[in-house]
């Protein structure tokens, strides 16, 4: 059954006494406006199997993983979850990696990647934080194809589902890569130029359907990026996004630098004055970190959420069982 958890409760009461007090205090910035769907809030759940916490939250755009555990999510429950319990719709967005291979997706043994040596060229170790994933040559026509050109690509299920958009994880495997393309050509150019051919294809079956990068904010300076995007999500803008250590006292995130937060903000107000969405995610459950960050959020018109830092459930709510 749902039930609330303790801590979150407690946090997500913390959020909505913050909020209000934000609200009462600083002039909010315009609301974004996505495909005539009024943007205040969103949320994320990406590691569990229950839609029920998303089809009964406020929120008005929410983020899920359309395969976990290998089994897609059906097209009418996509639909359940484009209805909030007020009646009003919500935008309802797919999460996908596009920088790296998850060894837990249908592909992988689609491809027999199990065996190294059928795998697409590897660049680096598997991801210490995030078992099972491992980095790709994001521009290898095969990677893409897989991604977004055949006809049973990822997006394409994605689209067939009925989602209103992706979420694109692993944008900013362009700071590994650095060095490591094919000669003459940059990290940061070829991933730009893989979103733009995203933005292309998947426009020619719903012209609404949205594209939304996460983090890799610096790609926002490239002109022709802003404008194949429907939106961005950051990961800290305001707080270190560290893992804490089970074994240890839950560490206090550590405020990011002035200078550090500016150059984020100035970047992502560019989308926001281009009428585009902006999420931001801060990993902080301490009620005065909240309540700092969504002052200066709700001041720049960034949509917030403060969830657990694997974002296996929403912030306010936990699934249980009862054994």
């Not at 059954?1 to 801590?7: D, K, N, P, Q, V």
């Not at 996505?34 to 205040?40: A, C």
């Not at 200078?259 to 801060?282: C, F, R």
Request: aromatic share 10%; net charge neutral.
């Amino acid at each position: 059954m749902l039930a609330l958890h303790g801590y979150w409760h407690q946090t997500f009461r913390a959020v909505v006494l913050a909020m209000l007090t934000a609200c009462a205090g600083t002039t909010a910035a315009a609301d974004t406006v996505v495909n005539g769907v009024t943007i205040r809030s969103g949320g994320y759940q990406l590691q569990n199997d229950s839609i029920a916490p998303l089809v009964n939250s406020p929120y008005d755009v929410i983020v899920i993983d359309y395969a976990k555990q290998n089994k897609p999510i059906t097209a009418a429950e996509v639909t359940a979850m484009k209805k909030k319990p007020d009646g009003s719709r919500r935008l309802v967005i797919s999460y996908i990696s596009i920088g790296e291979a998850e060894d837990y997706r249908y592909y992988w043994g689609d491809r027999a990647w199990q065996d190294k040596r059928n795998r697409l060229p590897p660049v680096a170790a598997e991801n210490p934080e995030w078992k099972g994933n491992y980095t790709v040559q994001f521009w290898e026509q095969e990677w893409q194809n897989l991604i977004l050109f055949d006809r049973d690509s990822y997006i394409n299920r994605i689209i067939d589902a009925g989602f209103d958009g992706i979420y694109l994880d692993k944008v900013d495997i362009v700071d590994d890569l650095k060095g490591k393309t094919p000669a003459g050509t940059e990290a940061s150019d070829l991933m730009i130029q893989f979103i733009r051919k995203m933005s292309i294809v998947t426009k020619r079956r719903n012209p609404q359907f949205l594209i939304i990068p996460q983090n890799a904010v610096g790609l926002l300076n490239d002109d022709g990026y802003r404008a194949s995007i429907g939106g961005v999500g950051m990961e800290g803008l305001f707080y270190t996004t560290e893992f804490d250590d089970p074994t240890k006292p839950a560490n206090t995130p550590k405020r990011l630098s002035s200078a550090a937060i500016k150059g984020s903000t100035d970047l992502l107000s560019k989308l926001k004055k281009d009428g585009k969405l902006v999420m931001v995610v801060e990993y902080v459950k301490q009620p005065d970190l909240i309540e700092r960050a969504l002052k200066d959020l709700t001041a720049l018109g960034f949509v917030p959420y403060f969830g657990p830092r694997d974002l296996s459930y929403l912030s306010y709510t936990k699934e249980t069982t009862n054994n």
